[in-house]
C-alpha cells in the first residue's frame, strides 16, 4: 500500500446497496490499487476487497413500524459500536451507501467528529421525508446523486451534491441480450416469458410472492403456453418452496438462485415490486406492473407522507404512469394478471414503453463509477 492510498469506510445495506458500492469500490481500487476499505457489506464489496466487520443484511427491514421496532435496538448498538470503531480508526472518508435510516446518524456522529461523509444515493426527499434534507445537511459532506433532478434540490440547501447517474446504466447493454438469455436459462426461442420479481427481503417474499404467484396460476389458466421465471436471493429459497406449491401447484415456474439480469433479459414481461429492480427492468427495457404490499400501518405511514402519485421509478423519472402500479388493495392475483394480458396483447404499446426506456437509459448512463470516484477525490483534496 503506497502512502497515497486512502483508507475508507463504507456501510451497504442489502443486496442493492451491496451492488452498488461493489462498482464504486472497483473503480476506487482503479485510482488507488492500494485502498483499504472496511464496515458493514456483502459479496459484491468483499470481492473488491473490502474487510466487512458486519454483513450487510443486518440491515434488512422490510415496512416501518413492527419489524422496526422489533430490530430497532439491535441496530442502534450495531451503529454505535461501528461508530466507535470508525472514531478510533479514523478513515479517510466514510461513504453510506443508501441505507439512510442507519447511515445518516452514523454520518451525523463521523462528521462533528473531523471524519468527511460521502452519501452515495441521495434520499428520495423529492418523494417522502422531505424535511430529511435538515439531516442530510448536519450529516454530508457531498452527496452523489443518481438521478439527474436532485443536484438542484441539494445546492437550494447549500448542501454539496454532484449528479454522477445510476451505475445500472453503465452495466445493462443498450441491446438486451434476449437470445443469449435465454439460451443460458434453457428457454426457448419462441416462448412467452414473464418474470416474477417478488423483492430481496424476507418481508417482500412473505407479502408479496403469494400474490405473484396466484398470479401466475391465473395466467397460465389463461393461456397454457405461457412460461414464468422467478430469481431468488441465496437464502430465501426455502421460504418459497411451500409458497409455489400452495399458490401456484403445476405451474412451470423455473426457479433461479439470483440472476435476476439474465430473467429480464430473457422475459416478454415482468410482474414486479417496487424498488430498484423496476429501475433495472426499465434499463431491460421490459413492459412491467409495478406492485408492493406491506403492513397496514406501514402503509398508512408512507400514504401520509407521500409527494407524488408514483411510487415505481421507471414511472417517477417518466413524471407519469407509462406502466401500472397495484399497490396494498389494489394487489390483487385478478388485478395482475389482468395488467399482465393487457400488456401482451398490445405490441404497439410495448414497441411505445421499449423506446421511452431507451431514452432514459441514456440519460441514465453517465460512467458512474468514474464521475462518483472524482467526486470523492475532491472531498479527499486529491
Known amino acids: 500500500m503506497s502512502s497515497s492510498d486512502p483508507r475508507v469506510a463504507l456501510v451497504a445495506g442489502e443486496a442493492s446497496g451491496d451492488l452498488l458500492a461493489g462498482m464504486l469500490l472497483r473503480a476506487l481500487r482503479e485510482r488507488w490499487p492500494g485502498l483499504q476499505s472496511a464496515g458493514i457489506g456483502g459479496p459484491q464489496m468483499a470481492a473488491q476487497g473490502f474487510d466487512a466487520w458486519w454483513p450487510h443484511d443486518l440491515l434488512a427491514i422490510h415496512g416501518y413500524s413492527m419489524e422496526l421496532v422489533r430490530k430497532l435496538w439491535g441496530l442502534l448498538r450495531l451503529r454505535r459500536e461501528l461508530g466507535d470503531r470508525l472514531l478510533a480508526e479514523r478513515p479517510e472518508v466514510f461513504i453510506g451507501v443508501d441505507a439512510p435510516d442507519f447511515n445518516l446518524g452514523l454520518e451525523t456522529r463521523l462528521k462533528r467528529a473531523g471524519i468527511p461523509t460521502v452519501h452515495f444515493v441521495s434520499p428520495s426527499i423529492w418523494a417522502w421525508r422531505g424535511s430529511r434534507i435538515h439531516k442530510i445537511r448536519a450529516a454530508c459532506d457531498h452527496v452523489l446523486c443518481l438521478f439527474p433532478f436532485e443536484p438542484e434540490i441539494y445546492h437550494r ?16 447493454p443498450m441491446e438486451v441480450p434476449r437470445s443469449s438469455a435465454r439460451a443460458a436459462l434453457g428457454l426457448p426461442e419462441d416462448a412467452t416469458v414473464i418474470a416474477l420479481l417478488p423483492g430481496s427481503r424476507r418481508g417482500e417474499m412473505n407479502y408479496i410472492a403469494p400474490r405473484l404467484l396466484a398470479a401466475a396460476a391465473l395466467l397460465r389458466q389463461r393461456r397454457p403456453e405461457l412460461r414464468f421465471v422467478l430469481p431468488v436471493v441465496p437464502g430465501l429459497r426455502p421460504l418459497l418452496e411451500p409458497m409455489l406449491a400452495r399458490h401456484a401447484p403445476g405451474v412451470p415456474i423455473q426457479v433461479l438462485d439470483g440472476q435476476s439480469h439474465a430473467a429480464l433479459a430473457a422475459c416478454d414481461l415482468t410482474l414486479i415490486a417496487s424498488g430498484t429492480a423496476t429501475l433495472e427492468a426499465a434499463l431491460f427495457k421490459r413492459p412491467m406492473v409495478i406492485t408492493y404490499n406491506m403492513h ?17 421509478l421507471p414511472n417517477i423519472l417518466l413524471r407519469s404512469f407509462v406502466v ?59
Open 157 to 172: 440547501a447549500g448542501i454539496a451534491a454532484t449528479y454522477v447517474g445510476h451505475p445500472l446504466a453503465d452495466v445493462i
Open 324 to 382: 401500472p402500479e397495484l399497490l396494498q388493495q389494489s394487489c390483487t392475483a385478478e388485478a395482475l394478471a389482468g395488467e399482465a394480458l393487457s400488456w401482451l396483447d398490445s405490441p404497439s404499446r410495448r414497441a411505445g414503453v421499449e423506446q421511452r426506456f431507451t431514452e432514459l437509459h441514456h440519460q441514465l448512463r453517465q460512467g458512474t463509477a468514474q464521475r462518483a470516484t472524482d467526486a470523492i477525490a475532491q472531498v479527499l483534496g486529491r
Open 296 to 312: 397496514w400501518a406501514s402503509w398508512q405511514r408512507m400514504q401520509r407522507m407521500a409527494y407524488q402519485p408514483w411510487v415505481g
